[in-house]
């Protein structure tokens, strides 16, 4: 019965670690980014890895749709592919009411690196863009929808990620919003409160003390004992 039990226990735990297996392959097969900043309207640089081919057919070229809310982007070169950026006329909301003053300008709708030489379907290639993430709510989903174009087939990761629900299958690459960092009044990053500065200088100084007094504590009692034995050692001789 014993036996039958660690059976079934060791199969448990085999289909266990095959489904945690799977899944962490399946989310690793996706083109994902990750980011250097997420917080809202912060400067970053998103990394977008490919991680495979279309169904064993090496890809020759991907293309990063910018959303709406970047504006700017600036592509890192990758010496193994070329670069191209699409633009339109944007203008600047600002600018919007001034019809004597309004400042056209052109935003990045999108971002293509084209292989020199196609990326074979079992190597993967990462893509940095830099660009700053508009204003938003934390848990907002910036997307990146891709497509990836192979010498046989291409696929579109373009699927939006819905709150609650499973991912789907062909997930856009995104970046989720986290709470914007505190700003003064010319858009730097504010300075701690003399309070918050006079709490964190002075959390350390107990810790130290205490470590000081121990350590000199620690000196005294191993100078008596060194004391004690050296006198032990004389009173022997002297019995002798």
């Not at 670690?17 to 640089?45: D, E, R």
């Not at 633009?87 to 292989?115: F, I, K, L, Q």
């Amino acid at each position: 019965m014993q036996k039958r039990l660690a059976t079934g226990g060791a199969v448990t735990l085999g289909v266990a670690a095959v489904i945690v297996l799977g899944s962490a392959t399946a989310a690793s097969a996706h083109v994902s980014a990750t980011a250097t900043s997420t917080a809202a309207n912060s400067y970053t640089v998103a990394t977008f890895s490919v991680p495979h081919g279309c169904d064993g057919s090496p890809t020759t070229k991907i293309e990063f749709q910018v959303p709406e809310s970047v504006i700017e982007v600036t592509p890192t070169v990758n010496p193994n592919w070329t670069i191209r950026k699409a633009t339109e006329p944007y203008t600047a909301p600002s600018a919007a009411g001034d019809d004597e003053h309004e400042a056209a300008a052109e935003r990045v709708t999108s971002v293509t690196y084209t292989a020199k030489t196609p990326l074979p379907a079992d190597e993967r290639d990462t893509f940095a863009l830099s660009f700053a993430l508009p204003d938003g709510e934390p848990g907002d989903l910036v997307e990146f929808p891709a497509l990836q174009t192979c010498e046989q087939g291409s696929v579109e990761w373009n699927q939006e990620q819905q709150p609650g629900e499973a991912e789907p299958e062909h997930p856009a690459p995104s970046i989720t919003l986290t709470a914007a960092e505190a700003t003064d009044d010319d858009g730097d990053a504010a300075a701690a409160t003399p309070a918050a500065e006079a709490a964190g200088t002075s959390a350390p100084a107990d810790p130290d003390l205490v470590g000081r007094f121990l350590g000199l504590g620690g000196l005294v009692l191993g100078a008596v004992a060194l004391v004690v034995a050296v006198a032990g050692t004389r009173r022997r001789s002297s019995a002798k």
